[in-house]
C-alpha cells in the first residue's frame, strides 16, 4: 500500500511527513520504557520479518495483489509505541534503498501503516484479549480481527490524504474511491489476518514471555501487585 | 536471556527464507492501492496508461531510485539483515538503560 511519488501534492505530504515525526518522537520517548534487553534484539526481529513478509504478495482478486503491512501484528509482538517504530524502519529501508514508495510520501506511508494501522490494530488488540477466552486460539482470533480492521482502517487514511492533497481530480466520487479502497484492503487484511495469526501463535507456543500483549494485557491479579 | 538470542537468530533465518526463495513464487500483480491508483484509465499490456483519468496519471519517478530499486533478485537477503541491523540498533540505543551497577558487569 505505498503510495508512490506524485500522487498526493508536496504541501499535504509534507504536512503529513511533520505529523509523522512528531508522533514517532513520542513513541520513542514511549518506547524506551518498554525497551529492555529483551525486547530490543526483539523488535529488530519484528522489523525484519515484516520487511520480508511485505515481499510475500498473494492474489486477492484476478490482476490485483496485496501484501502484509504489519502494524496489528508488530503490536501485539512488541506493543503499540516499539511496533509502530518497526514499521517506520521497514518503510524508510524500502524508500531510501528499495525505491519502494515515494520519498515525499514517505510521511503519508509513515502516517497510514506504522501510526494509523499500528494504533487500530493495538486498540482492538486490547479490547479482544480481554473479552476473548486466553487461549492460543483466542490469541490467533485477536491477530486476525486486529489486521483486517487494521488494514481498512490504513487505507481509508489514504483516502482522506487524497481528499487533501489528491493531484487529480477524479471522475468517481471520494466515497467510491473509499469504497473501493476499502473493499480491496478487507480482503488484503484477510490474507494479512492469516499470516499474523500463524505467526503469533507461534510465537505464543515458543515463547509466550517474547509476546508483548500477553505481558501487557493479561497479567493475573497476582502479578499485578507484584509489578506494582 | 541466551534463550531469547536463539530465538532471535532462528527468527531471522526464517525472514531470509522468506524473503530470499519463497518470494520469488509471490505474486507479482499490482497491489491494492496501485490497483485503485489506475482505476478509471485504460492500461495497455505493459501497465502504461493510455488514457482516461485516475489517480496514478500523476505519479512521478522515484527521487533517488535506491541502489536495489524494484527488489532485484537476491536482494531479500539484503533487505531482512539491512532492516534487521538498523531496527535492532535503533532500539538498542533507545532502551531503557540498567542501573549503574548491573551495566558494569558486562
Not at chain 1, 82 to 111: E, M, P
Not at chain 1, 129 to 155: D, E
Not at chain 1, 187 to 216: F, N
Request: with cysteine; glycine share 12%; proline share 4%.
Amino acid at each position: 500500500m505505498h503510495i508512490a511519488n506524485g500522487i498526493i501534492n508536496l504541501p499535504v505530504s509534507l504536512a503529513f511527513a511533520a505529523l509523522a515525526v512528531g508522533v514517532l518522537a513520542i513513541c520513542v520517548q514511549r518506547a524506551r520504557h518498554d525497551l529492555d534487553d529483551r525486547l530490543a534484539p526483539m523488535a529488530g526481529l519484528v522489523a525484519a520479518f515484516i520487511f520480508a513478509a511485505q515481499m510475500l504478495p498473494f492474489p486477492v482478486l484476478p490482476g490485483v495483489a496485496g501484501h502484509l503491512l504489519g502494524g496489528a501484528l508488530a503490536a501485539i509482538l512488541v506493543g503499540p509505541w516499539v511496533g509502530a517504530l518497526c514499521v517506520a524502519v521497514v518503510l524508510v529501508v524500502q524508500a531510501l534503498v528499495f525505491s519502494d514508495g515515494g520519498l515525499s510520501a514517505l510521511g503519508l506511508n509513515i502516517t497510514n501503516m506504522a501510526l494509523v494501522g499500528t494504533a487500530a490494530g493495538y486498540l482492538l488488540v486490547a479490547v479482544l484479549l480481554r473479552v476473548l477466552p486466553r487461549t492460543t486460539a483466542g490469541l490467533g482470533i485477536t491477530a486476525f480481527v486486529a489486521s483486517v480492521v487494521s488494514v481498512v482502517v490504513s487505507s481509508q487514511a489514504f483516502i482522506l490524504e487524497y481528499w487533501l492533497g489528491g493531484e487529480i481530480s477524479l471522475k468517481m466520487s471520494l466515497a467510491q474511491a473509499a469504497g473501493v479502497m476499502g473493499g480491496v484492503h478487507a480482503l488484503i487484511g484477510i490474507g494479512e489476518g492469516l499470516i499474523a495469526a500463524v505467526t503469533v501463535m507461534a510465537v505464543a507456543k515458543v515463547r509466550p514471555d517474547l509476546v508483548y500483549a500477553l505481558r501487557a494485557l493479561r497479567r493475573t491479579p497476582v502479578k499485578e501487585t507484584v509489578a506494582a | 536471556m541466551r534463550k531469547t538470542v536463539w530465538f532471535v537468530v532462528v527468527g531471522v533465518l526464517v525472514a531470509l527464507l522468506m524473503a530470499g526463495v519463497v518470494s520469488r513464487y509471490a505474486s507479482t500483480k499490482p497491489d491494492g492501492l496501485e490497483s485503485v491508483a489506475t482505476r478509471g484509465c485504460t492500461v495497455d499490456a505493459n501497465g502504461q496508461i493510455t488514457g482516461g483519468t485516475c489517480m496514478a496519471q500523476s505519479e512521478r519517478r522515484h527521487e533517488v531510485g535506491g541502489p536495489l530499486a524494484d527488489y532485484p533478485v537476491g536482494s531479500g537477503i539484503v533487505g531482512v539483515l539491512l532492516t534487521f541491523a538498523i531496527g535492532a540498533g535503533v532500539f538498542w540505543l533507545v532502551r531503557k538503560r540498567k542501573p549503574v551497577q548491573a551495566e558494569t558487569r558486562d
